[in-house]
């Protein structure tokens, strides 16, 4: 049945009754991509019977559907006629695991920041309405932790203020982000949820009631008071948006019945649908942790994770429970990823001393401001991407009052195959231009450690860290110190031809780099230099004299650290040439890590090939025609 969808219009065609085979046939495509190349299992096992209904009550692409964050688009892509693609899922070439504009018409964002999706909506539909296009309908699914960002409720305030606006708002509530969603507003949709009372009392007028119309009548009518009162969704009406539900999210006959009842609305409405993120595949359904939110590939008969070895979130938290227990102003704070960004042992140890803000790394900052006035030390861990919704927060609330809360930024640099938008490419240029920030780039494990405790003894000022996602770097013991700087390689002559600055865990690369240049009788200092901002002196003093010196960084190329050495060397009126190795400066498509570090030439290999073109370009300059 699967494989014949070529679009919504096949959905649509179907009888009521076919449908659990088709939900049926989702969940197993669904369960053994996953299971061959990791992905977003269960979100996407949760949004099965949602995402059919969505798709038989409105017309994708004319009425847009927007998927928040995007990492539960799967059926979406399954029901637009992408199922083959699914063989290849969030390889090189292969089906993206995000929405995508070049796959196909029915995508609309692909940003995977979450909480944006009621933005779009919003004005995708004052687009509609201002072109006259009244038929159009904008659907917007928003996840129950997505609602936690500071910008959904920008947008429902805007929503809500236009009363013919054609929007509706999906609130896919399946009670988790990855942990259990938290906050206000997740206990009043699970008010939403379990207020069993109004429901009960709805199937109590039915059954005894149903048929004698007069009596029922009346008791519609009380029904009607009774849900004003119990069924406490009076938030959203009070914002003047209309509100349908819960809906049994699972129910697909349910959730078409409500969604043809919002669609006649003609104006903003939500729909407010209960799920179970993993439902279907048991491992998920139990998976205590984050019910398979993003798991690695995995073992389908029991759902065993391939072993991931020791990652650099392991170094992190292990060394900040170490702190913790030495320092007792030091607190913790995520933004609903206290699994995946290493908090969840600080947690466990002091519980009174972590903060899970929800998805509201705006909130997060300053909130920590708000700690370091009260004289603790905050440690804020997000992933380096989402650093950038904070930026604001970051520069005026902490660095403009210089107040010591420490930055850690889990999968900096090329993540890979999560998409353009998951790279953690832009806070090396970003962070360059905050006054007082000091910034630090661990090469391994022992760096790490080490550089997690000069941060945290910073009292005038913000502090950033930063590492990549996957297997911690192996240790690289400096031959000698230089200023703050680790010397970690230096050739058999006091006149090297080239400086090699290896930004954290490029330090490898570089290494490997040098020994290659050697042997093309070029000679190679590698420094790392633990902090890159500011950056050392002594840095002017090793790259004077020198032929060329490179800087290697798993950052932007654009602002970057290479961008501060040249910086350095021009205010030192020393005149070296500078060549920056970084990430081009544009928006990668999705690939695994090494496969696109290999892609834009930040390898060894390729970084000896091109410095030893760089070196012989400076040894005979092409002279221009004059
Ligand atoms: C700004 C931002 N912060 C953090 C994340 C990481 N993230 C991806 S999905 C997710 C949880 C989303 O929860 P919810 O919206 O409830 O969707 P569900 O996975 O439950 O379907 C988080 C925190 C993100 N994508 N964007
Ligand atoms: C969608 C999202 O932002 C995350 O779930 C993302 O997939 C990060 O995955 P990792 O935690 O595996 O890096
Ligand atoms: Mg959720």
């Given at each position: ?5 070529e679009?919504?219009?096949d ?6 009754g ?7 046939e ?5 369960v ?5 190349f990791?992905g977003?299992?269960?979100p996407?096992?949760g949004?099965?019977?949602?995402t ?7 017309d994708?692409p004319?009425?847009?559907v927007i ?8 059926v979406?892509?399954l ?9 290849a899922l969030?390889q090189?070439g292969?089906?993206?695991g995000?929405?995508?504009r ?5 995508d609309?964002?692909e ?14 539909a ?6 006259g ?10 996840g129950d ?14 929503i809500?203020?236009v009363?013919?606006l ?5 609130v896919?509530d399946?009670?988790r982000?990855?942990s ?14 379990v207020?069993r009372?109004y429901e ?10 149903g ?8 008791l519609h ?5 009774v849900?004003?009162?119990i ?22 006959q349910?959730?078409e ?7 006649g609305?003609?104006g903003?409405v939500?729909?407010?649908?209960l ?8 491992p998920?359904e ?7 939110h ?24 292990d060394?900040l ?14 933004a609903?990823?206290l ?13 009174d ?6 998805i ?7 909130s ?6 009260g ?9 380096a991407?989402?650093?950038?919704r ?19 930024l889990d999968?900096a ?7 353009a938008s ?10 360059q231009i ?8 661990p090469?391994d ?21 930063r ?7 192996e ?8 200023g703050g ?5 230096e050739p ?8 090699l600055?290896?930004?954290g ?8 780099a ?14 790392d230099?633990?902090?890159?901002k500011?950056?050392d002196?002594?840095?002017v ?5 020198r ?10 190329r ?12 021009r ?5 070296v ?12 498509d ?8 290999s ?10 090939r091109?410095i030893?073109?760089a ?10 025609p004059?």
């Amino acid at each position: 049945m699967l494989g014949s969808i070529e679009g919504p219009h096949d959905v649509k065609r179907l009888a009521a009754g076919e449908l659990p085979r088709l939900a049926g046939e989702i969940r197993d495509l669904l369960v053994d991509s996953c299971a061959r190349f990791g992905g977003h299992l269960g979100p996407n096992l949760g949004v099965v019977e949602l995402t059919i209904a969505v798709h038989r009550v409105f017309d994708s692409p004319r009425d847009p559907v927007i998927w928040d964050t995007g990492h539960q688009a799967y059926v979406h892509k399954l029901l637009t006629g992408r199922a083959a693609g699914f063989d290849a899922l969030k390889q090189e070439g292969g089906l993206s695991g995000y929405p995508s504009r070049a796959e196909s018409e029915h995508d609309f964002v692909e940003n995977s920041h979450a909480s944006t999706a009621l933005s779009y909506a919003d004005g995708l539909a004052k687009a509609f309405k201002l072109r006259g296009e009244r038929d159009r309908t904008v659907v917007a699914v928003i996840g129950d932790g997505a609602l936690t960002g500071g910008m959904a409720w920008e947008a429902l305030n805007n929503i809500a203020a236009v009363k013919d606006l054609p929007v509706v708002i999906v609130v896919n509530d399946n009670g988790r982000s990855y942990s259990p969603t938290i906050g206000g507003l997740a206990s009043h949709l699970s008010s939403l949820r379990v207020d069993r009372r109004y429901e009960d009392m709805l199937e109590f007028v039915k059954d005894k009631l149903g048929n004698v119309p007069v009596l029922y009548d009346a008791l519609h009518g009380i029904k009607k008071g009774v849900k004003d009162v119990i069924a406490p969704q009076a938030m959203f009406e009070d914002l003047g948006l209309k509100y349908v539900g819960p809906i049994d999210g699972h129910d697909e006959q349910a959730m078409e019945a409500a969604l043809r009842k919002a669609r006649g609305f003609r104006g903003p409405v939500i729909v407010h649908a209960l799920t179970q993120k993993g439902r279907g595949y048991s491992p998920a359904e139990n998976h205590d942790e984050d019910q398979f939110h993003s798991p690695g590939a995995f073992d389908r008969a029991t759902g065993a994770e391939k072993p991931k070895g020791r990652i650099w979130t392991d170094v992190f938290s292990d060394e900040l429970v170490r702190l913790g227990k030495e320092r007792e102003d030091v607190v913790a704070i995520t933004a609903a990823m206290l699994h995946p960004t290493g908090l969840a042992r600080f947690a466990d140890a002091f519980p009174d001393r972590t903060y899970d803000v929800g998805i509201a790394e705006q909130h997060a900052l300053t909130s920590a401001a708000g700690l370091a006035m009260g004289g603790l030390h905050p440690v804020v861990a997000v992933y380096a991407t989402f650093l950038n919704r904070a930026f604001d927060q970051l520069l005026m609330d902490v660095a403009l009052h210089r107040l010591p809360v420490t930055v850690v930024l889990d999968r900096a640099g090329v993540t890979g195959d999560d998409g353009a938008s998951h790279n953690g490419m832009w806070d090396l240029s970003l962070l360059q231009i905050v006054p007082g920030l000091r910034l630090a780039v661990p090469r391994d494990g022992e760096r790490l450690t080490e550089l997690l405790r000069e941060a945290v003894d910073v009292t005038d000022g913000p502090t950033v860290l930063r590492f990549p996602k996957g297997p911690v770097a192996e240790a690289v013991e400096p031959v000698r110190k230089l200023g703050g700087m680790d010397v970690l390689h230096e050739p058999g002559t006091d006149d090297p031809d080239v400086l090699l600055v290896g930004v954290g865990p490029m330090a490898h690369a570089c290494l490997e780099a040098a020994t290659l240049l050697d042997a093309q009788g070029i000679t190679a200092t590698v420094v790392d230099p633990r902090w890159v901002k500011p950056l050392d002196e002594a840095l002017v003093g090793a790259a004077t004299g020198r032929r060329l010196v490179a800087v290697v960084e798993d950052n932007g190329r654009v602002g970057g650290v290479g961008d501060a050495v040249s910086r350095l060397l021009r205010d030192a009126d020393v005149d070296v040439p500078v060549r920056t190795f970084g990430i081009p400066q544009h928006f990668l498509d999705h690939a695994k890590r090494a496969v696109i570090l290999s892609r834009i030439g930040l390898t060894g290999q390729d970084l000896a090939r091109q410095i030893t073109e760089a070196v012989a370009r400076r040894a005979s300059p092409v002279v221009s025609p004059s």
